[in-house]
Each structure stands twice: as C-alpha cells, then as structure tokens.
C-alpha cells in the first residue's frame, strides 16, 4: 500500500513510518526542517503550503495518508497561537481535502487535550470541551476532518511513552538522561494520564492502516498513573534508584492553568478490537526497551 506520513521527523511518524516499511508498505514520510538522515524514503514539504502539499500527494498516489506532524508543545502554543492554528489546523484542511479528492483513507493523530482535563476516563462519544490553546487547535482540525474527509479515523492519542529511534523526544528519554546523569527529577503527582508505550502505538496505527478503520478510537494505556507513577516504573525497569525521582503537585509549575489534571481515557473499545495492544501495561514497553540498551 502507498502511504504517506507526515511529521516523520518526529517520535511518533519516524517510528510509524519504519514500521510500515518493514511491513512491506511503500510509505513515505514528510519532514520541514530536519536534516536526516532518515531510514526511510522522505519528502520535504511545509504541510501549510497547499500548492506544495497538492504537488506531492498527487504524485505519490497515495492510498493512505497518516497525519502525525503538528505543533504539540501545550505552552509554546499558548505563547504562539496563530502558529498553532496554521501547523495544526491549516494543515489538517489542506491534507484532509486532498485526501478527501483522492479517496485516501485519512488517519488524523490527535489528542487528550481536546478535553477540558477535569475528570478524565473520556470515551469516544464525549464531546470535546478544549481549555488550551493547543486542545482547541486540536478540536477544530478534527471537525474539519469529519466534515470533509469521509474514509478517516480520528485517533486521540494519551501520552506516549518509550524511548525515540532517533527521532523526536518522549517524556521517556529526558527523565532517562537525568536519570543516568543522578539527577534529581520532579514529577507531578496530581497529573494523570493514560500513558501507552511507543511501540503499541506503532503496532496500533499498522493495523488501523491494514484494517481501514474508520471513526474515532482513544490510544492509551490499561492504566491511570500520574507522571511521578510513571516516572517510578520506568526508574524500576532500568534499575535506578527511585530516590532520584521526587513528586510535587502541578500547582507549582507557573503555567499550571494550562495543563491539564485528568487526561485519563475510557479505552474499552480499543481493548474490544485490539485486547493484546489495549491491555499491555507501559512496564511491558519500559522493560524492552532497557534489555535492548
């Protein structure tokens, strides 16, 4: 299958884009401004420019398009909202029509900041109640994909977790070199997440390829577990000592009214399509990647 992938520079399309051609895909990734090199076939292209983007997608002819790029970093589009509406939303219509003229089925990643990050464990049915810059970027370009782009699947991602191939930074590889160093960390004991490890994710996005799954799906975790539980799990996994990880409350970060406390979601419909992706526990994922080193 031809597939384009865009955001392949970064944690989650670099690692989408060599999975799928592993798999025997002809898959195509896109980056901005990335040297490489890349392990895969790439193109350059600034996903705002319409002349541009229509040039390679009919080109490619692709039959699949995955849209990972975007501007994801919750305070930096708070400072720069009209670049996250122009990476985020201007994009997402460019793509999505052009996927939309040449019945492409189209994969939009978003996330759990579309909700209002209260009371968390959403399903996909709850309706999205943004409070950040970056959730309603997020909000307005999956209406836009529903509205015009019908062969598409709209998959909300929880935090993922797991060390980079070499591309784009987790959560993960940041605690890790503190970690290695003996660093002291902080961690927030009071924000809860979904986390679902890099490698499920991967696996997750070739069956949604294979399968053309359509709708709205919510990636994440079997587990509710703040970012100080997490922190520990991957500490155990590697064999560092816990001590170096220490939990303090959200509420001590300066731009704490833009982070959300419950991103949790309900992901009894992944665990329904996909019981051995939805119930595999981080720990899985942290343990992996620390016997491979």
Known sequence: MRILVTGASGLLGASVCRALCVSGHHAIGTYRS???PFPFPVERVDLRDETAVGLLVAQLRS?????CAALSRVIECEREPEAALAHNVLATRILAEYAE???AHFIYLSTDQVFDGLSGDHAEHDLPAPTNAYGHSKAMAERIVQETCKPSLILRSNNIVGRTSGFGRSFTDGLLESLQNGENVTLFNDQTRSPIHLSVMTELIVRLVRERVTGILHAGG????SRYETGLRLARAYGFPEHHIRSVSVATHPDQRFL????TFNTTKLRLLYPDLGNEPIDSGFCADAARG
């Not at 039959?63 to 849209?67: A, F, L, R």
């Not at 959300?260 to 991103?263: E, I, T, V």
């Open 222 to 225: 079997p587990e509710r577990l």
């Open 260 to 263: 959300h406390r419950d991103g």
């Open 34 to 36: 990335h040297q490489g």
């Open 101 to 103: 003229r040449i019945g």
């Open 63 to 67: 039959e699949c398009i995955i849209h």
